[in-house]
């Protein structure tokens, strides 16, 4: 059976090199067109799907949009969780990479961003944060005050589990629509990688990746498709 994951297309803190996370920023016209690429490139290969996954964050949900808009299949049901949030980055939300770099060292903003299980310097009390804490799509959510991928990898596996293996030993094909570290989450544990292997594993915005799984669903192939 196969999985198909992408990761949204360019956002405008994309664009702006700025560490986004849970901050609910906009695609791009860049963007828009990266995820109408990745449906007609799903299209071409005559995917079809039977559900969508995507996380609560709006460059995540368009892009599911765009992609089904280009399958034909907008008719999809698509389920939405927090748990397919992006990695939420604390304190760096919102900076900009290169000047948290030097700020703080390139060596130690590279184990904030790159590390399996060291965090981010803990989010302060700003206006984008108290936006997130009084967010009703957040209400009974203990919202981190920042994750590493372990932390991030913790919560999606439990979701992973409970909404979407059930789906896929009835055999549907679902398609997974989110961030960079949450599917990258995924990808941990379906190909079994190690901290260290995982860490240099990365999504480009847009680009499906095709994993190919078997009855235990366990990664036998994976393959991004960038047409």
């Excluded at 956002?11 to 986004?20: C, G, K, M, P, V």
């Excluded at 992609?67 to 999809?76: D, H, I, K, M, N």
């Excluded at 009390?125 to 799509?137: C, G, T, Y």
């Amino acid at each position: 059976m196969k999985l198909v994951l992408v990761r949204h297309g360019q956002s405008t803190w994309n664009l702006e090199n700025r560490f986004t996370g849970w901050v609910d920023v906009p695609l791009t016209p860049q963007g828009v067109s990266e995820a109408q690429k990745a449906g007609k490139i799903l299209h071409s290969q005559g995917f079809q799907f039977d559900a969508v996954f995507t996380s609560y964050l709006q460059r995540a949900i368009k892009t599911s949009w765009l992609v089904t808009e280009e399958l034909q299949q907008s008719w999809l049901p698509q389920y939405k969780s927090w748990c397919l949030n992006e990695r939420h980055y604390g304190g760096l939300q919102g900076l900009n990479k290169n000047e948290t770099k030097q700020k703080y060292g390139e060596e130690q903003v590279l184990l904030w961003r790159r590390s399996y299980d060291v965090l981010p310097p803990p989010s302060e009390e700003n206006e984008e944060n108290r936006k997130i804490k009084a967010d009703r799509r957040y209400q009974g959510v203990n919202i981190p005050p920042g994750e590493a991928l372990k932390q991030t990898v913790e919560r999606v596996l439990p979701y992973w589990q409970q909404a979407m293996v059930p789906l896929l030993k009835q055999g549907q094909r679902l398609l997974v629509v989110a961030h960079g570290n949450s599917l990258r989450a995924l990808v941990k544990h379906l190909a079994s990688m190690s901290d260290e292997d995982i860490i240099h594993f990365e999504f480009e915005t847009g680009v499906p990746l095709v994993c190919e799984l078997d009855e235990q669903l366990r990664l036998k192939s994976k393959e991004f498709l960038k047409g």
